[in-house]
């Protein structure tokens, strides 16, 4: 795969990157349902074989035990070792409830877990999961701690997920910000208006997260699998996988699948080939649960939508944004 430079770091990362959210597994608040560890093996072996050079986690993924799968993974695995990003700020207590904390202390002791489940002693790019809920100065001590850690060489960038460009500047104030990872798909578009425009004048990679909508532009998903969503599956709380919208997001997969036929290609392939088509985005992050999922979705990056393919999409995008508000 041909690769792009990460913002203002040395990282010139793949199209694709390996999501390492659901390989969390089963249990806690923000799973998607059970995981066998060895499947989740498999996927990571099979992305990095297919070229993907960087693996993206978090340590609330669950909690904790994403990154130790990570590193499991990568000491099994004898080609060259990919980037592992990891994020902080989201902290979990002894019966799992989540909580955040922006306190310096605290990101100090979360970077000391993370290289321990990573069984690393750098992580390649530092994360602030989620800006303070108040939006108030934890956002300044939360960076300001980063760019300390990265200072000590305990990091090497840093960056932020789920900013806006108001905070992402409030950030750049006290360092800079190498990359930014907002939700970013077909159904999901709020980026577009402010947040992309300021990265793209700032010169901050952005690697984009959910690009398949969670699994819904897969071609997996179906109004069956939909309302069999365990509990414990974040999913099966999202209002967009259940009726009304969930017709009206599977009619999106069909026009997906129609154009990825063109190509040889599935649906999720062009939900991911859609998310690149925009210069300012760097990588999107692909989840895979298994081998053959990994198979299906992390070439995403190489398939090049056409002008015209591109303007369908959009017009169907449109046409399918106003169904849904009127509903």
Known sequence: MQTRKLGNSD??????????????????????GPQEDSDSIAAIHRALELG???????????????????ARALNDWRGARPYVFTKCVLRWDASGKI???????????????????????????YQVH?????????????????????????????????????????????APVTSLQPPYSILRRQIEETTLPYCAKRGIGVIVYAPMFSGMLT?????????????????????????????????LVEKLKEIG????????????????????????IVGSRSAKQAEGVM?????????QEIDEIEAFSSTLAKAKAAL
């Not at 036929?261 to 990588?283: D, F, K, S, Y």
């Open 52 to 70: 993907v050079n960087w693996i993206d986690t978090a340590a609330v993924y669950g909690l904790g035990h994403s990154e130790e799968v990570v």
């Open 99 to 125: 909580s955040s904390s922006h306190s310096a202390s605290s990101i100090r002791e979360e970077c000391e877990s993370s290289l321990r489940r990573l069984q690393t002693g750098t992580i390649d790019l």
């Open 219 to 251: 071609g997996g998903m179906t109004r069956e699998r939909a309302a069999a969503l365990p509990p414990d599956d974040f999913r099966s709380r999202n209002p967009e996988y259940k009726e009304p919208k969930l017709s009206k997001n599977l009619e």
């Open 261 to 284: 036929a063109r190509h040889g290609r599935g649906p999720g392939e062009v939900a991911i080939a859609w998310t690149l088509r925009n210069p300012v985005i760097t990588g999107a």
């Open 299 to 307: 070439r995403g990056g190489e398939l090049r939508l056409s002008p």
């Open 11 to 32: 990282l010139y990362i793949t199209p694709t990157g390996f999501g390492a959210w659901a390989i969390g597994g089963a249990g806690w608040e923000f799973s998607w």
């Open 130 to 174: 989620w800006p303070p809920a108040d939006n108030g100065p934890g956002l300044e001590e939360v960076w300001q701690t980063l760019a300390a850690l990265r200072k000590e060489g305990k990091v090497r960038w840093i960056g932020v997920s789920n900013f806006n460009a108001e905070q992402i500047k409030r950030a750049e104030a006290i």
